[in-house]
């Protein structure tokens, strides 16, 4: 616990402790000195305020137990143990016992789920559509091959070998029936007998071949377009399997939107992720806070997010009993905001990122 001891109003200030390498929720490092040198996006904007309401205010710091049960800070925040809670609160209904600050940032409802790598996706799409079409090719490919051995049999003279063996000239016939219709027409025309029913024989037949692969190939086409995407978001939520944590306002937005969620209680993040990983042929993703996904997948280029399913403005939370504390918080915020303030420590820890609203208030 850190004091300041003068006669001002002193505030009880909890802050709400992430892993060593969270960007968004307060973390430290340990100064030459023994100190503890706090950092993270919640606390870079929580000390600039304490430092304009340092003339008003002293600031006991607490630190609070690493879970992603935030009822349990909430419950602490309303009975009086704390003052105000450092991190971003979601602005749930059920949170009315406490006064929620003006918001400081904007978090997206993620899932992080392993990369799968799109080869072997599209492989696992095509492969049944494929074996019925190889089918359908060697079936043709042999009907070919039986006209071209008993309508164009003069073709064996072109061979002192097929001339003399009917057994080699009919697998030769039939080989270049199914050669042709895999594209394959140089033996076809080339040892067509010349007259004019093997000349119109192979004709038709390099014709008809060439518009099957053609059409085999737009159907493969059009399946590998009109494929179900694999990314998951909020219009096939239904479809997987996720866990998440219990009672936490991430898992149950994405649940709203019909995925089956296994809930985990007293997990960290880092540990719902490990249990994902370790049991991938029953869980699909895991869902987290987008500022939390968003460092996993910074460092491990096989995991992927998706931030499809709504955003939420996230707060510091204050006792209901500090009416004009909380309204100068709120001022601070509301400066911080308009001078840009926020929205610099954000991109200094998130980086300018287009399509996630994390550093968006302006």
């Known amino acids: 616990m850190i004091t300041n001891l003068n006669s001002k109003e002193t505030i009880r200030v909890l802050l709400i402790m992430g892993n060593n390498d969270s960007k968004f929720n307060t973390t430290y490092i340990t100064a030459l000195d023994g100190q503890k040198v706090y950092k993270g996006f919640n606390w870079d904007i929580w000390s600039e305020i304490q430092e304009r309401l340092g003339n008003k205010y002293n600031f006991e710091i607490y630190e609070s137990d690493k879970t992603k049960n935030y009822d349990i800070f909430v419950n602490e925040i309303r009975d009086g ?15 009315q016992d406490v006064k929620i600050c003006i918001p400081h940032a904007i978090t997206s409802n993620a899932i992080v789920y392993k990369h799968k790598p799109e080869l072997i996706e599209d492989f696992k799409d095509i492969v049944g559509t494929l074996l019925t079409v190889l089918l359908y090719l060697v079936i043709i490919g042999l009907f070919f091959g039986l006209i071209l051995y008993f309508f164009d049999p003069t073709r064996r003279l072109h061979s002192e070998r097929l001339k003399k063996n009917d057994s080699l000239f009919f697998l030769r016939s039939i080989l270049t029936g199914i050669a042709s219709i895999y594209g394959e027409m140089g033996y076809l025309a080339e040892r067509s007998s010349l007259k004019i029913s093997g000349v119109l024989i192979s004709v038709v037949m390099m014709s008809i071949c060439f518009i099957l692969v053609m059409y085999f190939q737009a159907e493969i086409t059009k399946i590998m ?3 179900d995407n694999k990314a998951i978001n909020h219009y096939n939520a239904a479809k997987f399997k996720l866990l998440g944590h219990k009672d936490n306002s991430d ?17 960290t993040s880092e540990e719902l992720l490990r249990h994902y990983l370790n049991n991938t042929d029953k869980y699909d993703g895991c869902i987290m806070p987008y500022h939390e996904a968003f460092i996993f997948v910074e460092k491990n280029s096989y995991l992927q997010y998706s931030a499809d399913f709504g955003n939420e403005p996230c707060s510091f939370i204050v006792n209901k009993e500090k009416d004009t504390f909380y309204h100068d918080v709120n001022r601070e915020i509301a400066h911080l905001r308009e001078e840009k303030r926020i929205q610099k420590i ?7 990122i287009q399509h996630i609203p994390m550093c968006s208030l302006t």
Do not use: P
Not at 81 to 95: C, E, P, Q
Not at 346 to 352: A, E, L, N, T
């Open 225 to 227: 377009l009109t494929r």
């Open 251 to 267: 898992a149950l937005k994405v649940k709203r939107y019909g995925a089956e969620v296994d809930f985990m209680e007293d997990k």
């Open 346 to 352: 954000c991109i200094s820890y998130f980086g300018d």
């Open 81 to 95: 143990k704390y003052d105000i809670a450092i991190s971003g609160f979601t602005h749930l209904s059920t949170r």
